[in-house]
């Protein structure tokens, strides 16, 4: 008879449980040193080993020859816990079980002494369902038990169980797993098992399980039902979701205002049987992590590998933090909507990225935020007597299949002073990051520069070791974007004509400006 994987492959031992060593070290020690507890509180988010735990406190504590702290696992005791027969062992499931009656026989059942085990263990999956009554009748049994006794209450929601009964336990908050933990193990079972499972692949069901190991071994042995090798691919089109390249893909079509190539996005889901919603919950993660990259940049706290980085660092220079914001609200009032009414799924969906395509086809309080963000900059131009420069965000036309290639001007090349060259310009990336609000690509151009300000000749020099790179900024349209961004920050300058884009060769190669062409 078929067995499912997750349940196979449950750890028997405490050094089994992955991603929980902060708990399960613990938990050895007391039963090692014969110190356990009378009830304990395990608390985390599904698949995260709490059941399993208790079921190895269970048996440890009714082992007859325990090593270590952990169960031997070959003793009668221990063997009847893993098959079910040991009477002495109640799994009870609160969610089903949420009256007082059922309570009040459990409590009046604990004075009689286990059947044929050291200890009689009640195991409480989801505790947080007991109701108010329940939880009082447990209030005096839990404080204290019968020597023979030992409670275990398994949740997912602490916070609704009573204050009373969490402090007559001993509680321990379960981690969600991390990636690579999840992946480790993954790879673990699919060697085993002669699963064809990629590194890629693994991380992709790592990740789809949000911490969760049960949860991730079912998703492995899902994709491994088709019998085909188990790659990043396979996980996508199985699980419906949508690779990082096509949220990039799609956040940059937002981002060009190209309707028709967003309406096909929606079309070829709709077509291929998949879930809007699933769609809409990966662009949602998307925007969280474009929001992340752009307030501080920091790949610790996105779960990418290196190459998936540069992609989103690459996109979410597009956008502004208002605009990421507005745009975030206006995914998760989607997801809601759809979750009220799927029949609707489509429209609700098509509407939202053309709303997210143009701010004023909203009044929510967001897409003014975004709008004012874009209108203040040019106001702060304007009140320093700088014309701002003409907006580069244009309206995505379908019917052009091509777009003008870019003029670039060659700029005059000097060199900084050397004895001014310790004349940081300390707002550089605050520059930079406004730049972004005017031309997004000058932005990621800039980011590989540094700007110094000479006291002698009053002029800023932009240092750059890429030769393309510095014939682009030295352009009189892309140095006016600069200039403009400058101002904005309270930068000391008056003229464009101050900005120097400083190379160590004054030769272009004519090639090199063909081919970025």
């Not at 050895?28 to 356990?36: D, F, P």
């Not at 404080?143 to 001993?170: D, G, M, N």
Request: charged share 25%; glycine share 4%; with cysteine.
């Amino acid at each position: 008879m078929h067995q499912a994987l997750y349940r196979k492959y449950r750890p028997a031992v405490f050094g089994d449980v992955s991603g929980q060593e902060h708990i399960t070290s613990i938990l050895r020690y007391e039963a090692l040193n014969n110190s356990v507890s009378h009830a304990y509180l395990f608390a985390g988010s599904r698949g995260t080993g709490k059941t399993t735990c208790a079921k190895i406190l269970a048996k440890v504590v009714n082992c007859l020859n325990p090593i270590d702290g952990n169960p031997c696992n070959e003793c009668e005791n221990c063997r009847a816990i893993d098959q079910g027969t040991a009477t002495d062992v109640i799994e009870m499931d609160a969610a089903t079980n949420t009256g007082v009656d059922y309570i009040r026989d459990l409590r009046d059942s604990v004075v009689y002494t286990p059947a044929m085990l050291k200890k009689r263990v009640y195991i409480i999956d989801e505790a947080h369902m007991l109701s108010d009554s329940a939880f009082n009748a447990l209030l005096k049994t839990i404080e204290e038990p019968p020597e023979h006794v030992l409670y275990i209450f398994a949740t997912t929601e602490p916070h609704k169980i009573p204050a009373t009964i969490i402090s007559r336990c001993q509680r321990f908050d379960f981690r969600r797993i991390a990636i690579p933990e999840l992946s480790k193990r993954l790879l673990f079972i699919a060697q085993n098992e002669d699963i064809e499972l990629g590194e890629d692949g693994a991380a992709l069901i790592a990740k789809t399980a949000q911490g969760g190991m049960r949860d991730a071994i079912s998703l492995m042995e899902l994709c491994a039902g088709s019998h085909k090798p188990i790659d990043a691919d396979l996980v996508n089109e199985i699980l419906g979701t949508s690779s990082y390249d096509k949220m990039c893909e799609v956040a940059h079509n937002i981002a060009d205002r190209s309707y028709a190539k967003l309406f096909d996005t929606i079309n070829e889901i709709v077509v291929s049987s998949k879930d809007v919603l699933v769609f809409f919950s990966d662009l949602t993660a998307f925007y969280r992590d474009m929001m992340v990259q752009r307030s501080c940049g920091a790949a610790t706290y996105l779960d990418l590998v290196p190459q998936e980085y540069k992609l989103l660092e690459e996109v979410a220079s597009r956008f502004n933090m208002a605009t990421l914001l507005y745009h975030s609200r206006l995914l998760d009032e989607a997801y809601n909507n759809m979750l009220r009414n799927p029949a609707n799924k489509r429209l609700c969906a098509e509407m939202t990225l053309m709303k997210m395509c143009d701010a004023r086809l909203s009044g929510s309080n967001e897409a003014i935020l975004s709008r004012l963000s874009a209108l203040e900059d040019k106001v702060t131009l304007m009140s320093k007597g700088v014309v701002p420069a003409q907006d580069t965000t244009v309206a995505y036309n379908s019917s052009a299949e091509s777009k003008e290639k870019p003029v670039v001007d060659f700029a005059e090349v000097e060199e900084a002073p050397k004895s001014d060259k310790n004349h940081y310009l300390d707002n550089w990336d605050e520059v930079i990051a406004k730049v972004g609000d005017f031309d997004h690509a000058i932005e990621s151009f800039l980011k590989n520069c540094d700007c110094y300000y000479s006291p002698s000749d009053n002029k800023y020099y932009i240092i750059s070791n890429n030769k393309l790179m510095a014939t682009m900024l030295g352009s009189e349209k892309n140095k006016k974007y600069i200039f403009d961004s400058m101002v904005c920050c309270d930068v000391d300058i008056t003229s464009p004509s101050q900005i120097i884009v400083n190379l160590k060769t004054n030769k272009v190669e004519r090639s090199d400006l063909d081919d970025f062409i």
